[in-house]
């Protein structure tokens, strides 16, 4: 009797379900839905017979997130009762996924690192990202493991009021591991939290159906900057402290900014993660959504590696960019999600003096080698971008295998702010399936520009080569080239196998590129 009860208690603490799989067929982790979260009224989804959580999350689109091995893998997406699948479109589409329709049921196979977003009839996008299996995941328990639901940290799930304190104690705690081997670890359920400082030679592990919470109160939170566009306070929700190195946030869970309620509610924006002047930081395999600002902030830090997240923003409010990497170097952002009313991926630099620049640590630098690297991007504005503001200069910087599932502009080098230049940047490998929306006049897939916007000025872009695009859609306004004046202009610009929507042939001209809003640009060069 006592073997069956801890049999009992061993599975009621496994924090997702495996399903059993035949040789050959995938194997399927799911994880349990957050208790602040609801189902999807729209969808429902199985892999392999394994029934996985669909969060209703907006107007826009409901999520799925779970794990799966190698091996053959069928999802089963049900709509409410009442509905019928007339028509599908799978992204990203150059995977070439094919469905199977039945009543009100769509079929289809998908792999291990999949980030898909389905769209059936005129409903809602289904966005699905099944990640790989987790290679290192810790134990709950051991001499380096920070457990904060155990002694001396003892945080409920679930319960009403912030566990900061606790936490970040835990935190504490575990970089002071010999060799940086400390871990925290936190269990699935939801833990309100304000802010939180990642330590030096630590991880932070979030299991599948965890989330940290932004807390929602607005003494629980340091006030770190100003944001003068937007009339409003903001904080660094989760920071690194200036000289903070050798850092690690990973696992399957999630960081939720609350960032309607908190804009709406308390008029601060929060940014969800901010890297500040450090080093040698991962983040690996966490869901990120909801922030009330620029949600994953890199700033003056350098060897850093943002991989495998799923970054899910609304799109009723706006300067939710995705990830802005501002003034560092050598830094990896590669096999993401990224959905947002602004920016998912783009990168800035600026001035010690501008308005959310005053409290940064260090200062004003140079920014280089930075590579996006087999990304999927969902936004309003600029699915891939350099800028507004570029007061230092920026270098080094590629975009590659890259989709673009919609988008008002999906590349873009807009020069606004400051008067540093911009040189040798790649945008390869660029597949740009839908511009259906549109920002300032423009609803195309290249932008490039200047703008004085600060009445300095502008500085010089040179050295820009565009390769390797698909356009599926070319939006409806023309695509753009424009430097300032004679003095401020585009350089050096090599286009190189252009395809546009119901030609055969790559472009051979600016023109058939739909490139035709030029002005102070010398030395454009085309190859098919």
Same mark, same amino acid.
């Given at each position: 009797?006592?073997?069956?009860?801890?049999?009992?208690?061993?599975?009621?603490?496994?924090?997702?379900?495996?399903? $059993?799989?035949?040789? &050959?067929? $995938?194997?399927?982790?799911?994880?349990? *839905?957050?208790?602040?979260?609801?189902?999807?009224? +729209?969808?429902?989804? #199985?892999?392999?017979?394994?029934?996985?959580?669909?969060? /209703?999350?907006?107007?826009?689109?409901?999520? !799925?997130?779970?794990?799966?091995? $190698?091996?053959?893998?069928? !999802?089963?997406?049900?709509?409410?009762?009442?509905?019928?699948?007339?028509?599908?479109?799978? %992204?990203?589409?150059?995977?070439?996924?094919?469905?199977?329709? %039945?009543?009100?049921?769509?079929?289809?196979?998908?792999?291990?690192?999949?980030?898909?977003?389905?769209?059936?009839?005129?409903?809602?996008?289904?966005?699905?990202?099944?990640?790989?299996?987790?290679?290192?995941?810790? @134990?709950? %328990? &051991?001499?380096?493991?920070?457990?904060? @639901?155990?002694?001396?940290?003892?945080?409920?799930?679930?319960?009403?009021?912030?566990?900061?304190?606790?936490?970040?104690?835990?935190?504490? =705690?575990?970089?002071?591991?010999?060799?940086?081997?400390?871990?925290?670890?936190?269990?699935?359920?939801?833990?309100?939290?304000?802010?939180?400082?990642?330590?030096?030679?630590?991880?932070?592990?979030? #299991? /599948?159906?965890?989330?940290?919470?932004?807390?929602?109160?607005?003494?629980?939170?340091?006030?770190?900057?100003?944001?003068?566009?937007?009339?409003?306070?903001?904080?660094?929700?989760?920071?690194?402290?200036?000289?903070?190195?050798?850092?690690?946030?990973?696992?399957?869970?999630?960081?939720?900014?609350?960032?309607?309620?908190? @804009?709406?509610?308390?008029?601060?924006?929060?940014?969800?993660?901010?890297? *500040?002047?450090?080093?040698?930081?991962?983040?690996?395999?966490?869901?990120?959504?909801?922030?009330?600002?620029?949600?994953?902030?890199?700033?003056?830090?350098?060897?850093?590696?943002?991989?495998?997240?799923?970054?899910?923003?609304?799109?009723? *409010?706006?300067?939710?960019?995705?990830? =802005?990497? *501002?003034?560092?170097?050598?830094?990896?952002?590669?096999?993401?999600?990224?959905?947002?009313?602004?920016?998912?991926?783009?990168?800035?630099?600026?001035?010690?003096?501008?308005?959310?620049?005053?409290?940064?640590? &260090?200062?004003?630098?140079?920014?280089?080698?930075?590579?996006?690297?087999?990304?999927?991007?969902?936004?309003?504005?600029?699915?891939?971008?350099? &800028?507004? /503001?570029?007061?230092? =200069?920026?270098?080094?910087?590629?975009?590659?295998?890259?989709?673009?599932?919609?988008? $008002?502009?999906?590349?873009?080098?807009?020069?606004?702010?400051? @008067?540093?230049?911009?040189?040798?940047?790649?945008?390869?490998?660029?597949?740009?399936?839908?511009?259906?929306?549109?920002?300032?006049?423009?609803?195309?897939?290249?932008?490039?520009?200047?703008?004085?916007?600060?009445?300095?000025?502008?500085?010089?872009v040179s050295g820009v080569q565009v390769r390797n695009v698909l356009i599926r859609d070319a939006g409806q306004s023309p695509g753009k080239l424009k430097g300032l004046d004679s003095a401020h202009q585009f350089r050096n610009i090599h286009f190189e196998h252009i395809r546009m929507p119901g030609?055969?042939?790559?472009?051979?001209?600016?023109? #058939?590129?739909?490139?035709?809003? +030029?002005?102070?640009?010398?030395?454009?060069?085309?190859?098919?």
């Amino acid at each position: 009797m006592k073997i069956l009860k801890l049999l009992s208690l061993l599975l009621f603490l496994i924090p997702f379900q495996i399903s $059993a799989a035949p040789p &050959g067929t $995938a194997e399927i982790y799911s994880y349990p *839905m957050p208790g602040i979260y609801h189902a999807s009224s +729209v969808f429902t989804l #199985e892999v392999n017979g394994k029934k996985i959580p669909v969060v /209703g999350y907006n107007s826009k689109y409901d999520y !799925a997130h779970f794990s799966l091995s $190698a091996g053959k893998a069928e !999802a089963l997406v049900t709509l409410v009762p009442g509905q019928v699948v007339t028509s599908y479109r799978i %992204s990203p589409e150059k995977k070439e996924i094919k469905g199977i329709l %039945s009543g009100n049921q769509l079929k289809f196979y998908l792999k291990e690192g999949d980030y898909l977003i389905v769209k059936i009839n005129n409903l809602r996008e289904l966005v699905i990202a099944a990640d790989v299996v987790e290679k290192d995941q810790p @134990t709950s %328990s &051991g001499k380096t493991i920070f457990n904060i @639901t155990r002694r001396p940290y003892s945080v409920k799930p679930n319960q009403e009021g912030p566990v900061t304190k606790e936490i970040q104690q835990a935190i504490d =705690d575990a970089s002071k591991v010999p060799g940086g081997k400390g871990i925290v670890y936190v269990p699935a359920g939801v833990y309100p939290i304000g802010n939180l400082q990642l330590k030096s030679n630590t991880s932070l592990y979030l #299991e /599948g159906g965890s989330v940290l919470l932004f807390s929602g109160k607005k003494e629980d939170f340091k006030v770190n900057a100003h944001k003068a566009s937007q009339k409003r306070d903001l904080t660094w929700w989760i920071y690194t402290d200036s000289g903070t190195h050798d850092v690690k946030i990973y696992g399957r869970g999630t960081l939720d900014g609350n960032g309607k309620y908190a @804009t709406e509610h308390l008029n601060i924006g929060s940014n969800i993660l901010a890297v *500040m002047h450090s080093e040698n930081v991962i983040l690996d395999g966490l869901l990120i959504r909801d922030s009330g600002s620029w949600a994953i902030i890199p700033i003056r830090s350098k060897n850093l590696v943002f991989k495998n997240f799923k970054l899910f923003n609304r799109f009723d *409010m706006g300067e939710n960019d995705g990830i =802005d990497v *501002m003034e560092s170097d050598h830094v990896t952002v590669e096999h993401a999600i990224g959905i947002a009313l602004d920016d998912p991926f783009s990168t800035k630099t600026w001035a010690q003096n501008t308005d959310l620049c005053r409290n940064w640590p &260090g200062m004003a630098k140079p920014q280089t080698n930075i590579t996006f690297d087999n990304l999927v991007s969902w936004t309003y504005c600029y699915a891939y971008k350099i &800028g507004q /503001g570029v007061m230092q =200069d920026q270098s080094n910087i590629t975009f590659k295998n890259c989709v673009v599932y919609d988008a $008002a502009v999906a590349i873009g080098i807009h020069h606004k702010w400051g @008067t540093a230049g911009v040189n040798n940047v790649i945008f390869d490998h660029i597949d740009v399936e839908r511009l259906s929306y549109q920002n300032d006049d423009h609803r195309t897939w290249a932008v490039f520009f200047m703008q004085n916007g600060d009445h300095k000025g502008s500085g010089p872009v040179s050295g820009v080569q565009v390769r390797n695009v698909l356009i599926r859609d070319a939006g409806q306004s023309p695509g753009k080239l424009k430097g300032l004046d004679s003095a401020h202009q585009f350089r050096n610009i090599h286009f190189e196998h252009i395809r546009m929507p119901g030609i055969l042939h790559s472009a051979s001209s600016l023109k #058939e590129m739909n490139i035709t809003d +030029v002005s102070f640009a010398e030395n454009i060069s085309i190859s098919p």
